[in-house]
């Protein structure tokens, strides 16, 4: 079936774009900040929200649906395919950014109630496709409910800042808007993706499958315990729901790692991005934990700036959830392409595996330079304890990152048009089927 309008494939290469724009922007950030020349406040939302609604948002919603229906199979996805989806979703987003640019925020609470229905038109969709996987450990309806409440809750959250109300407590909602976001939706739908995808990309079955539910339940909690720690200031709770946290995403890695050693498969780009990306979760978890427990004492052990900020948030922005997204998109977007260009199952499995195959080639290296940009906006940010900003140290840090990361996203770009590209060949098909009838014995 091809979509008219909105489809799963629409939605992933659509918030690719979005995610392009929003990460050169965040670089041009990151440049000003070091050089002693900030940008305006208003080119940080536009960069956190293309980033995180045009991209991310829209990129793991399609992938969902691609999970929960996949193209191949005979469900009908024309409830998806409405082209009121998309323009709300985008045409929100874009009504958002120019509100940001023009300080009108009443256009940014207009705007964001429509990307909301457009959230909830793709939501439907997911609902009413996954509830015959309800039943599995994979699949509970009270998880689904979490992580799409997050993403309504949170970003309810942010129309009504825009619309100016509950101005006491415009903190307090600031934070829910964030958390609900990243930690409510990003993180559990990350989560149960990365359950469903890699026993699929190792042509295996999970090491511990009962093990699933604890980890859910778990993360679940730590979640929730969390956004009540912040939204109470109670650093204590913030640091119990981080020790929550980080044995779920203990239990993760050792159910995918053993997964992995038990598999004979060698690996590939979907798999490589998902597993380093649980690492660097694990280290935001750890991290988060150490910089509480620094805000306990009065003044901090440590000194916690502006840029301190910008690389512990993006240990997780880029170190987990943008590695984690690479990876769903390697492993999706080839097998969804396959199932809408190719009717046949047998030349579909071959075109796939062709794509399959351009997806993963460099993969080592888009792995390393993403994971040792995020890591190298570490190191920049401890430099700055022991030597000015100005050093050359610095900015020699800052420029080797920039490289990294941006060698990432080139590659990850040119692969996706060489696949998007890549047509099925219907002569050399013919040819051989012509063959096989010639010579049918």
Request: glycine share 10%.
């Amino acid at each position: 079936m091809r979509a008219r309008g909105y489809s799963p494939l629409t939605s992933c290469f659509t918030g690719f774009t979005w995610l392009t724009l929003g990460s050169i922007l965040g670089l041009a950030i990151l440049i000003g900040l070091v050089r002693g020349t900030p940008l305006p406040s208003w080119v940080r939302s536009l960069h956190v929200h293309a980033t995180l609604i045009g991209g991310v948002a829209q990129i793991l919603l399609g992938g969902l649906l691609l999970l929960v229906a996949p193209p191949e199979s005979k469900t009908n996805l024309g409830s998806n395919s409405r082209p009121f989806t998309f323009w709300a979703l985008n045409g929100g987003v874009i009504g958002m950014l120019v509100g940001f640019w023009l300080h009108h925020d009443l256009v940014v609470g207009i705007a964001g109630f429509a990307v909301i229905a457009g959230f909830l038109s793709i939501i439907r969709g997911i609902w009413i496709h996954a509830r015959p996987a309800w039943n599995s450990s994979f699949g509970p309806s009270w998880y689904y409910a979490l992580f799409f409440f997050g993403l309504v809750g949170g970003s309810i959250c942010g129309a009504l800042l825009a619309f100016g109300f509950f101005p006491e407590h415009r903190g307090y909602v600031r934070l829910a808007h964030i958390h609900l976001v990243v930690l409510g939706f990003v993180t559990l739908i990350l989560v149960d993706m990365m359950h469903r995808i890699l026993p699929t990309v190792w042509s295996t079955t999970l090491a511990h499958p009962r093990l699933v539910r604890f980890t859910t339940i778990f993360l679940a909690i730590g979640m929730v315990a969390l956004i009540g720690g912040f939204m109470n200031s109670s650093v204590p709770v913030e640091m119990i729901a981080g020790a929550v946290l980080f044995v779920s995403v203990g239990l993760l890695i050792g159910n995918l790692f053993g997964t992995w050693l038990s598999s004979s498969h060698t690996g590939s780009a979907a798999s490589d991005h998902l597993l380093v990306s649980t690492f660097f979760l694990l280290f935001t978890v750890l991290l988060g934990i150490l910089i509480g427990a620094n805000n306990l004492s009065s003044p901090p052990v440590l000194p916690y700036g502006t840029l301190h900020l910008v690389a512990y948030t993006h240990m997780a922005f880029v170190g987990f959830i943008m590695n984690a997204t690479m990876g769903a998109c390697s492993h999706l977007l080839p097998s969804a392409l396959a199932a809408h260009r190719v009717v046949g199952h047998k030349k579909r499995i071959l075109y796939c595996d062709q794509l399959t195959t351009i997806m993963n080639r460099g993969r080592s290296i888009q792995v390393a330079t993403l994971s040792l940009g995020t890591m190298g906006i570490g190191i920049l940010a401890t430099l700055t304890w022991n030597v000015p900003l100005s050093s050359i140290y610095i900015h020699t840090t800052m420029w080797t990152c920039f490289i990294l990361l941006l060698t990432s996203f080139l590659l990850f770009a040119i692969k996706l048009t060489t696949m998007v590209a890549k047509q099925p060949e219907p002569l050399a098909s013919a040819h051989h089927e012509s063959n096989s009838t010639a010579n049918p014995g």
